[in-house]
């Protein structure tokens, strides 16, 4: 009798330990560490509106919050939150001390005074295949130079000096291929979703990705010295459609390398819905009151608020944003009536027209345009703001 209890008692301890140790691996996180480049004193890349640090840490966060919300299996780290310089070795011991299994770091291009271009490219590390590679290279790297103490901590590894990229020449990087598969879905993905110039994946000498133990990628999410694309860079819509492709492309890599379906759908996250509302104030007043009435600059009538279906998206134009209430004669309105806005994230956003038809608000849109270069279409459903692309594909369906 004393046997037997003894080995009930032995399976039961033998039991415990395979569970722990089953839910232990199950358990195991596939990591993503998130790099917005530059940052603090360091301000990157810089344009007439903007500077390149911003723009990173925007995109950054937004792709964190939707791969957290997409897949819970997915953990993101990020080498910063805000606005605070860390060194490029810094970044990388971040990913290597949680063993990562990606590594993403997000950039803004730029060209010399006078030159301009437009499109994404990412790069995975190794030798530089044309000058312009190079000099890309040279561009981020070149960020030690302001690092205490930067010639021991890289080994005399100098960023303006061509010579010392012959270093990646006879390097093997044994997380090559990943990369290169991470790149390309990335590439893809910004040409298809994002509708951007796409510049192919490419190859240089970055340091940030040669300090990594994992598959690496470096973006460039576009030139800031070109006026047009930083205003996309900057604007919600280009962030939106930026991240969600990043986002993407890491859903599907993911699953490839699981063996499972390329697509996942992207769920966005909540706080897109969450601290948005409509406060009655005088602006909102008088644009109910002006309802149904002619745009001083478009002649299009809007729908009336109270006869737009609540059940179906609500599209409407986002011209621009304040952080306090304007007054219905600003300036800044450029005549535009009537106007509504809502709160979100403690800024007040300016909207101009109103319907469940997509096409009419498309039409009005290229009107708006012509005052506000940056307008863009929003969707509510309720009250609440909603995904774009999900309100488009519901509205062709309910025609």
């Known amino acids: 009798m004393r046997t037997i209890h003894l080995k009930i008692v032995w399976l039961i301890v033998c039991w415990g330990c395979f569970s722990t140790c089953f839910q232990s691996a199950s358990a195991k996180d596939f990591v993503v560490v998130i790099d917005a480049g530059h940052g603090g004193h360091d301000p990157g890349a810089t344009g007439k509106i903007s500077k390149e640090k911003n723009i990173n840490l925007n995109v950054a966060l937004a792709v964190g919050k939707l791969i957290e919300n997409s897949d819970r299996e997915i953990k993101v780290i990020y080498t910063r939150k805000k606005d605070v310089f860390v060194t490029l070795q810094g970044r990388a011991q971040v990913a290597n001390k949680n063993k990562a299994d990606l590594f993403i770091s997000i950039h803004t291009n730029a060209l010399a005074k006078g030159r301009t271009a437009q499109g994404t490219e990412t790069y995975t590390l ?69 509708r951007r110039t796409d510049r192919g994946v490419r190859q240089a000498g970055f340091l940030v ?49 699981a063996g499972l379906s390329p697509e996942t759908p992207i769920t966005e996250p909540a706080e897109s819905a969450v601290d948005t509302e409509t406060p009655d104030t005088q602006s909102e007043k008088d644009a109910e009151k002006a309802r149904p009435a ?39 309105l450029k005549g535009f009536s009537p106007v509504n806005y ?37 969707a509510f459903r309720n009250g609440k703001k909603i995904d774009i692309q999900e309100a488009i594909q519901e509205s062709k369906r309910n025609k």
């Open 126 to 194: 190794g030798l530089h295949r044309t000058q312009e590679n190079l000099e890309v290279a040279k561009k981020e790297n070149s960020v030690i130079l302001i690092e205490d103490d930067y010639q021991a901590r890289y080994a005399g590894f100098n960023p303006n000096s061509s010579e010392s990229y012959i270093m990646f020449e006879f390097m093997q990087d044994k997380n090559m291929k990943q990369s290169v598969q991470l790149a390309t879905l990335i590439q893809k993905q910004f040409k298809g979703t994002a």
């Open 209 to 257: 990705l040669h300090a990594t133990s994992m598959p690496s990628v470096l973006i460039e999410l576009g030139y800031i010295s070109t006026p047009e694309e930083e205003r996309y860079l900057n604007s919600q819509e280009g962030i939106r459609a930026l991240s969600r492709s990043i986002c993407q492309a890491v859903l599907q890599y993911k699953n490839a390398q």
């Open 294 to 332: 002619q745009s001083s600059r478009s002649g299009h009538k809007t729908e009336n608020k109270a006869s737009v279906s609540q059940e179906k998206p609500v599209f409407k134009i986002q011209i621009l944003t304040s952080p306090s209430i304007l007054k219905k004669n600003d300036r800044r």
């Open 342 to 378: 809502y709160k979100e994230n403690g800024i007040y956003k300016y909207t101009y027209g109103e319907s469940t038809n997509y096409n009419e608000i498309l039409r009005l849109k290229k009107k708006a345009n012509a005052s506000f270069k940056d307008a863009f279409i929003i």
